[in-house]
């Protein structure tokens, strides 16, 4: 475990006690809000050797020494060492080398598990009695298995109308699950609750949201460190995330910077925000810190990115990785998630394949340049969402015990043909 000395915010660096978790900095609350991040001693994590990972386990808690909690209190379900498959035919297609983080392999199928094991791990070190989080999606899963397999109760708010396998999920796992009539309820009761029975926080509660709880952020830290590890401590030269709250960008850029600290590796990668409406992409446009609010120009099946206004996390991050910001339209996220399935073998969720969509118009307009190491992250697996795939591929068809006709149907409907 690294000691952590307390909170810091990430735009000032303003100082706060580790208990102040659940807010943001009062100093930037005018001028742009910001949340905080985990501050450690300096010489916190120098007695680290890299050369010692090796013998940790296959978990991302090999890397307990860097983040605030330790192993032996993780709970853990084996998350985390997801593959980092090189993507060979999209990428020679791209003119890059392409490497897909494919966090569908986590314990409940998302990227969230890295936030949720160090958020519900900590929770249970502080003395938290009751988790709570505000979420439709994977985030509530998350720490929905993760609470449970600590034994603590789970509360996850979510507005009526949100539906579909991960509220189904987080049920399963036992969350008791609320939904309000209006989507902004869900953070009234959240804050509401955090301040009159002590609820411990894991999502976002109030507006604007800054991010998630710090100590969950942290979790995504490991994200760099297993990329780094797995390239042979090389860091790649770009690596693009889907963006809501920029937990997962701010986490990643965090932990290569860490790790550039160490002497493991010597750069830190550019950071890419895919995103949906395009806060980040218009706040950098304008300069400043002022976070654009978009308008809500359409729907779009990526509901787990659908944000229209970025956090100061995600422009720090993004700023001083000398990364940018990407947007994709919904056409783009279903030809690349067809075109990931069908071309590598990997099913992902809507959002998840923003992170390819930006990469290819990144490369289109040769920002990205031949021949360059891309990772992008696939955030979570398509069975979390498979409706607006099934609409795509029609009834599945119906043949007779005969083969010739089993054929015919091939040719028709596949345009395939067995001769
Ligand atoms: C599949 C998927 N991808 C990306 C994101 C964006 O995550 P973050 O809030 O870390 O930017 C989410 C989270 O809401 C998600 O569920
Ligand atoms: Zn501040």
């Given at each position: 475990?690294?000691?952590?000395?307390?909170?810091?915010?990430v735009?000032?660096?303003?100082a706060?006690p580790?208990?102040?978790?659940?807010?943001?900095?009062?100093?930037?609350?005018?001028?742009?809000?910001?949340?905080?991040?985990?501050?450690?001693?300096?010489?916190a994590?120098?007695?680290?050797?890299?050369?010692?990972?090796?013998?940790?386990?296959?978990?991302?808690?090999r890397?307990a020494?860097?983040?605030?909690?330790?192993?032996r209190?993780?709970?853990?379900?084996g998350?985390?060492?997801?593959?980092?498959v090189?993507?060979e035919r999209?990428?020679?297609?791209?003119?890059?080398?392409?490497f897909?983080?494919?966090?569908?392999?986590n314990p409940?199928?998302?990227?969230?598990?890295?936030?949720a094991?160090?958020?519900v791990?900590?929770?249970?070190?502080?003395?938290a009695?009751v988790?709570?989080?505000s979420?439709?999606g994977n985030?509530?899963?998350?720490v929905?298995a993760y609470?449970a397999r600590?034994r603590?109760?789970?509360?996850?708010?979510?507005y009526?109308?949100?539906?579909?396998?991960m509220?189904?999920?987080?049920r399963?796992y036992?969350?008791?699950?609320?939904?309000t009539r209006?989507?902004?309820d869900?953070?009234?009761?959240?804050?509401?609750g955090?301040r009159?029975f002590?609820?411990?926080?894991?999502?976002?509660f109030?507006?604007?949201?800054?991010g998630?709880n710090?100590l969950?952020?942290?979790?995504?830290?490991t994200?760099?460190y297993?990329?780094?590890?797995q390239?042979?401590?090389q860091?790649?030269?770009?690596?693009?995330?889907?963006?809501?709250?920029?937990?997962a960008?701010?986490?990643?850029?965090?932990?290569?910077?860490?790790?550039?600290?160490?002497?493991?590796?010597?750069r830190?990668?550019?950071l890419?925000?895919?995103?949906?409406?395009?806060?980040?992409?218009a706040?950098?446009?304008?300069?400043g810190?002022?976070l654009?609010?978009?308008p809500k120009s359409?729907?779009?099946?990526a509901?787990?990115?659908s944000?229209?206004r970025?956090?100061?996390?995600?422009l720090?991050a993004i700023?001083?990785?000398n990364?940018?910001?990407v947007?994709?339209?919904?056409d783009?996220l279903?030809?690349?998630q067809?075109r990931?399935?069908?071309?590598?073998g990997?099913?992902a969720?809507?959002?998840?394949?923003a992170?390819?969509?930006?990469?290819s118009?990144?490369?289109?307009?040769?920002v990205?340049e031949p021949?360059q190491?891309?990772?992008?992250?696939?955030?979570?697996?398509?069975?979390?969402?498979?409706?607006?795939?099934a609409?795509g591929?029609?009834?599945?068809?119906?043949?007779?015990?005969d083969?010739?006709a089993?054929?015919?149907?091939?040719?028709?409907?596949?345009?395939?043909?067995?001769?």
């Amino acid at each position: 475990m690294a000691q952590a000395a307390g909170l810091a915010c990430v735009r000032c660096g303003a100082a706060y006690p580790l208990t102040r978790y659940a807010f943001d900095c009062d100093r930037c609350r005018a001028e742009s809000p910001s949340n905080l991040t985990v501050r450690y001693a300096p010489d916190a994590c120098s007695a680290i050797r890299r050369e010692a990972l090796a013998a940790g386990p296959r978990t991302l808690w090999r890397y307990a020494g860097l983040l605030p909690v330790e192993a032996r209190d993780a709970v853990s379900l084996g998350e985390g060492m997801t593959p980092l498959v090189l993507a060979e035919r999209l990428g020679n297609n791209l003119g890059m080398r392409l490497f897909i983080k494919d966090e569908s392999r986590n314990p409940t199928w998302s990227f969230k598990d890295r936030l949720a094991t160090v958020v519900v791990s900590a929770a249970r070190q502080i003395g938290a009695r009751v988790i709570a989080s505000s979420s439709s999606g994977n985030a509530g899963a998350a720490v929905a298995a993760y609470a449970a397999r600590a034994r603590l109760p789970c509360i996850v708010f979510t507005y009526q109308g949100a539906a579909g396998p991960m509220v189904t999920q987080m049920r399963a796992y036992g969350a008791m699950v609320l939904a309000t009539r209006e989507k902004a309820d869900r953070w009234t009761l959240l804050e509401k609750g955090v301040r009159r029975f002590g609820w411990f926080p894991t999502s976002p509660f109030f507006a604007p949201a800054v991010g998630s709880n710090p100590l969950g952020v942290e979790g995504y830290k490991t994200l760099a460190y297993e990329v780094a590890e797995q390239l042979n401590w090389q860091a790649p030269d770009w690596c693009v995330l889907p963006v809501c709250y920029g937990d997962a960008l701010y986490g990643m850029w965090k932990g290569f910077e860490e790790l550039r600290r160490l002497g493991w590796i010597d750069r830190v990668p550019r950071l890419v925000a895919a995103e949906i409406y395009g806060s980040l992409g218009a706040t950098l446009a304008a300069g400043g810190d002022a976070l654009v609010d978009m308008p809500k120009s359409h729907d779009t099946l990526a509901t787990s990115i659908s944000a229209t206004r970025g956090t100061y996390q995600a422009l720090h991050a993004i700023r001083e990785s000398n990364g940018t910001a990407v947007l994709v339209s919904d056409d783009d996220l279903l030809a690349w998630q067809a075109r990931l399935a069908a071309g590598e073998g990997m099913y992902a969720e809507p959002s998840s394949v923003a992170a390819l969509a930006a990469v290819s118009r990144l490369r289109a307009g040769n920002v990205i340049e031949p021949g360059q190491s891309v990772v992008a992250l696939m955030t979570a697996g398509g069975l979390k969402d498979v409706a607006r795939t099934a609409r795509g591929q029609g009834e599945v068809p119906v043949v007779p015990a005969d083969l010739d006709a089993a054929v015919d149907a091939l040719r028709a409907v596949y345009g395939f043909s067995p001769e």
